[in-house]
């Protein structure tokens, strides 16, 4: 089945600055990569997605990258604010079609200090 | 439109007991799913459904029995509670068509086994 790495673990940045979390995957049937945030004591929420036959897809301050050759994908946040502070989960799901199937990465505790 | 919905938000079993977790979706998805959060595990598929009458398991579905005799409702079942099955759990749901993958998580429910 898939297996999804996702790096740093946890990410301490001054607001302003940007981050980045990347993460690998291993089924190259995968063809969808949502990143989703949650902070504490919630539940996941949507902030971005791509799907395969996108390189590059932005979204105000939120921008994620894919590249199908190497297997991995990742989340730029710029100019970071308090509120930006989350746990920040990438995944991965499309083999066999099935989207809905959804394997997560471990998760990364982004800290936006003011 | 509610969402998704589940209850109920907290529960605390002794070893061996039995209990339903409630989901109920008004959105009229026919992607349904069960993922459980535990810390520094990430997210984990439990079990899901493609619609009603049909589901399948996930990455981690011992333990556990769902059903799905309605397009709104994905009860997750536990047979004989045990201490490893203290998580968070969390339902989520998604369209199967109209152009997006996006899955929409109800707010958990945090399990406690003694």
């Known amino acids: 089945g898939e297996n999804v790495e996702q790096h740093p673990s946890t990410l301490s940045v001054q607001e302003g600055d940007s981050a980045v979390i990347k993460c690998t995957y291993s089924?190259?049937?995968?063809?969808?990569f949502p990143w989703y945030k949650q902070e504490l004591g919630k539940r996941p929420q949507l902030i971005i997605d791509i799907r395969s036959n996108v390189g590059e897809k932005k979204d105000q301050r939120i921008a994620v990258t894919l590249n199908k050759t190497a297997k991995h994908f990742s989340l730029h946040i710029t100019e970071t604010q308090p509120e930006d502070s989350a746990v920040y989960f990438c995944a991965a799901a499309g083999g066999g079609g099935s989207n809905y199937k959804l394997t997560f990465g471990k998760g990364t505790l982004l800290t936006v200090n003011p | 439109n509610a969402g998704v919905t589940q209850t109920p938000k907290f529960q605390v079993l002794k070893t061996g007991q039995s209990m339903t977790l409630q989901c109920a979706q008004d959105?009229?998805?026919?992607?349904m799913s069960w993922y459980r959060q535990d810390p520094g595990m990430g997210l984990r598929l439990i079990h899901y459904s493609v619609g009603a009458g049909i589901t399948d398991q996930g990455e981690v579905p011992n333990g556990y029995n769902v059903s799905r005799s309605t397009t709104e409702d994905f009860p997750l079942r536990l047979l004989s509670a045990a201490p490893s099955q203290t998580s968070v759990y969390f339902c989520?749901?998604?369209?199967?068509?109209?152009?997006?993958?996006?899955?929409?998580f109800g707010p958990g429910t945090r399990l406690t086994v003694l």
């Open positions: 989520a749901s998604s369209p199967r068509s109209g152009g997006t993958d996006t899955q929409y």
């Open positions: 959105m009229n998805h026919e992607y």
């Open positions: 089924d190259s049937a995968s063809n969808y």
